[in-house]
C-alpha cells in the first residue's frame, strides 16, 4: 500500500511513485493500493481540488512508471468525504474500504466516491492471530 503524503512539497506525486517503487523493487507487485485515509496525523490537505489533482498525478504517475500495476483505493466513506469531498473520478478502479465492524461480509457498505460495489473491505484492525498481530479483511 502506497501512503503518500500530499503535504510534502519537496516530493511530488512522481518523485512519490518512484521511491515506492525502488522501496519494493519494480516488478515486484501486482497490484499498487493508494491510502486516502484521515488518521491522527492527516498526509493529505483540507483542500478538496488540491488532493483531487494530487491523487490524479499519482495515479498517472503509476501508470506510467508501472504500467503493469493494477491501481486501487483505500479509504472508508468518511475520510473520502473528508479528503475528496463527492469526487466521483475514480470509481473504476477497485475499492478497498475500511470498516471496523468485525462483520466479514459487504452488507454495510454505503456508496461513496461513485463506487456502487467494494472490492474489498478492511473488517477488523487488530486480531491476534498465530501469536501474530494482524487486519483482517473480507473479499
Known sequence: MMFPNAHSSSSPPGVQVEEMLDGIGHGYYRMIWINVYHNAQPDWSTNHTYNRQFLSGLVSEIHSQA?????????????????????????????????????????????????????????????????????????
Open 67 to 139: 504500467p503493469q500495476a493494477i491501481i486501487g483505493i483505500y479509504a472508508s466513506n468518511n475520510s473520502w468525504g473528508l479528503i475528496m469531498g463527492n469526487y466521483t473520478a475514480y470509481n473504476g478502479i477497485p475499492l478497498w474500504y475500511s470498516h471496523n465492524d468485525y462483520n466479514p461480509s459487504f452488507s454495510d457498505f454505503k456508496m461513496f466516491g461513485g463506487w456502487i460495489k467494494p472490492t474489498m473491505k478492511m473488517y477488523m484492525l487488530d486480531s491476534l492471530r498465530c501469536n501474530l498481530k494482524c487486519k483482517m479483511n473480507y473479499l
